[in-house]
């Protein structure tokens, strides 16, 4: 089966780092996407990975890797508006895309 | 400015009513999507159309039915066939030819049967 894995809830502090990890076993890959969603609003478009590496965007950075079937999102500079949940979604061979649960960061002053 | 409406946000249904989810799209997206969120689990594709007059079943269409009539609009009806249907519904579209193939969503709209 197809499979999405992120943590359920991070916690973080105001101004500092931190590093949502999603790992995927999907069949096929042409592309992994970050999306940030508000309680109860819908999800807004954050990042796009198609090769490995690094994508820096301001605050926040996607990262790939292929091989192990894993990417994290970096949130820098904390802001409380950052509290949100973080959706992980890969799409796989026949370019369906297959969610994570999501993961659910709150930031404390 | 260009989005996605949908409408109701908020819609509350006794058991054994049908309810209608509009979705309207202003981008000129030819694929539309709608999906349900449930607490605790990723998005769920319930039907997707890519053109006009044509559309596709997702992972859990029993119990939902679609119509794309026109590009711009893909209404969702929660019929009573559907046994859980208190979930959050999100519509989404997507340019085709678009380098990423990033969807862009509507605001939702939140179902609860009485």
């Known amino acids: 089966g197809q499979n999405i894995d992120q943590p359920t809830e991070m916690t973080a502090t105001e101004g500092a780092i931190v590093q949502i990890n999603c790992t995927y076993q999907t069949s096929g890959f042409n592309g992994l996407f970050w999306y940030q969603q508000h309680a109860g609003e819908a999800p807004t478009f954050l990042s796009y990975n198609v090769l490995d590496g690094l994508e820096e965007k301001g605050r926040f950075s996607s990262f790939l890797s292929r091989s192990k079937g894993y990417s994290y999102l970096l949130l820098k500079e904390l802001q409380m508006k950052d509290s949100a949940s973080y959706l992980c979604?890969?799409?796989?061979?026949?370019?369906?895309?297959?969610w994570g649960a999501g993961t659910k960061l709150i930031i404390k002053p | 400015d260009g989005g996605i409406t949908q409408s109701p946000k908020y819609l509350f249904r006794k058991e054994g009513q049908n309810v209608t989810l509009s979705c309207e799209q202003n981008?000129?997206?030819?694929?539309m999507y709608w999906y349900r969120q449930d607490p605790g689990q990723g998005l769920r594709l319930i039907y997707y159309s890519q053109i006009v007059n044509d559309f596709q079943k997702g992972d859990i269409a029993e119990g939902y039915s679609v119509s794309r009539e026109k590009k711009e609009s893909f209404p969702l009806t929660v019929t009573s066939a559907q046994k859980n249907p208190t979930a959050f519904y999100l519509c989404a579209s997507r340019g085709v030819g678009s380098e990423t193939g990033e969807l862009f969503f509507g605001e939702g709209s939140r179902l609860t049967v009485l």
């Open positions: 981008l000129n997206h030819d694929a």
């Open positions: 979604a890969v799409k796989d061979s026949n370019y369906q895309l297959i």
